[in-house]
Structure formats: structure tokens, C-alpha cells
Antibody, heavy 117, light 107 residues
């Protein structure tokens, strides 16, 4: 059974940085593309970034391009999201998800990021 | 960026009724359209991929149709556990986008 566990969320000041991690189990991690998706409280979903199985192909939503960096460590079955220059509107629950053929078929439970002074 | 517009924002129905949810894309996404269900306090769950294919374990009362810019998710006969928020997502290009969601609530 696929399990994805996010960590690293918390309270951060505007302009600050945070690094989220997602550890995967129950799958051959290096076979799959992974994404980060966020959800603002009471609002909808926003796809943020995508990394290929090898890490060679990466895409970002315009809203985070230049501020967020996705990476992965296939030896440790983990994917990360480095978030810099955080703003109040980055406050959200951040999910990692396994993508297969463009569909997120496994999701973590999410980690809450709050950007506030 | 491809914008997905879902309608209606809220659908009020009774158990046993048929639900029809719409997702319209700002430009053609072919059949690269995905549907998810989300219940309060839970992560989304994959329902339909590539417009009309049910994901593993999804009941047959859920069906998807459409291509190009207009897509529909139909729930044939609502069960109590189907009252939730439904999102569409396009994967037509490498920058994915979600619709804003349709809430299916009990009338």
C-alpha cells in the first residue's frame, strides 16, 4: 500500500523560508513522477510543481516559479519542496502526490504552512 | 495557463438522485481531464482519469465524458458517501491546473 507522509510545515514569517519533505513507502519510488499541490483553507486545490522520476524534468506553476524548488532523493524515497520568499497567500495545506499518466492517484495527508508575523 | 471552470459551484440533491457536474477548459485539453473527490479533512481521491476511465476501486455509478473543452462527471444515483467536493484537473500540458470545485450537498 502506497503511503506518503509530508513533514516540515509550520509557522514562518513573511519573507522567510521553509523546506517541506515527503517520504514515500509501498512503491518503487524511482519509477514515479511526484508533485506538490496546495490547498488554502476553505478554498480549492492549486498544483504547484512536478518532478520526473529521474529528476531531470521539472515544471512549476507561475505563482511559485522562482521562489519554490522541487527536488527528490530516490535513494531515500523522498521528494522536497524548498520554499523561499514566502508570502501570506502561501498559507495553505501542502500535499505531495504520486502522479501516473497525469493523474494524482496517491496523496499524503498534507502539512500546514502558515505565513504570518 | 489553461483555466478550468466548474459549474455549478454547489449542487443540492437528495440521495438516489443523479448528479451532473461540468468542467469547461479555456482551450482544448484533448481527453486529458481528471476528476477527484474530496471529503472534509481528507486528501482528494482520484475518481476518473483521461476523461472517462474510472480509477481502481471507483464504483460504476461514477462516469466521466467529454473531450476538447467540455467535460462532465455524472454520479448515477447518489449514495450518502458521495456528498463531497469534486475537482477537475487538466494534464494537457506540463503545467497542470485544477478547477475551483463543485460541492455536492444534501438537499
Amino acid at each position: 500500500q502506497v503511503q506518503l507522509v509530508e513533514s516540515g510545515g509550520g509557522l514562518v514569517n513573511p519573507g522567510g523560508s521553509l523546506r517541506l519533505s515527503c517520504e514515500a513507502s509501498g512503491l518503487i519510488f524511482s519509477d514515479f513522477y511526484m508533485s506538490w499541490i496546495r490547498q488554502t483553507p476553505g478554498k480549492g486545490l492549486e498544483w504547484l510543481s512536478y518532478i520526473s522520476s529521474s529528476g531531470n524534468t521539472i515544471y512549476y506553476a507561475d505563482s511559485v516559479k522562482g521562489r519554490f524548488t522541487i527536488s527528490r532523493d530516490n535513494a531515500k524515497n523522498s521528494v522536497h519542496l524548498q520554499m523561499n520568499s514566502l508570502r501570506a497567500d502561501d498559507t495553505a495545506i501542502y500535499y505531495c502526490a504520486r502522479y501516473r499518466s497525469g493523474s494524482a492517484d496517491s496523496w499524503g495527508q498534507g502539512t500546514l504552512v502558515t505565513v504570518s508575523s | 495557463e489553461i483555466v478550468l471552470t466548474q459549474s455549478p459551484a454547489t449542487l443540492s440533491l437528495s440521495p438516489g438522485e443523479r448528479a451532473t457536474l461540468s468542467c469547461r477548459a479555456s482551450q482544448s485539453v484533448g481527453n486529458y481531464l481528471v476528476w477527484y473527490q474530496q471529503k472534509p479533512g481528507q486528501a482528494p481521491r482520484l475518481l476518473i482519469y483521461d476523461a472517462s476511465n474510472r480509477a481502481t476501486g471507483i464504483p460504476a455509478r461514477f462516469s466521466g465524458s467529454g473531450s476538447g473543452t467540455d467535460f462532465t462527471l455524472t454520479i448515477g444515483s447518489l449514495e450518502p458517501e458521495d456528498f463531497a467536493v469534486y475537482y477537475c484537473q487538466q494534464r494537457s500540458n506540463w503545467v497542470y491546473t485544477f478547477g475551483q470545485g463543485t460541492k455536492v450537498e444534501i438537499k
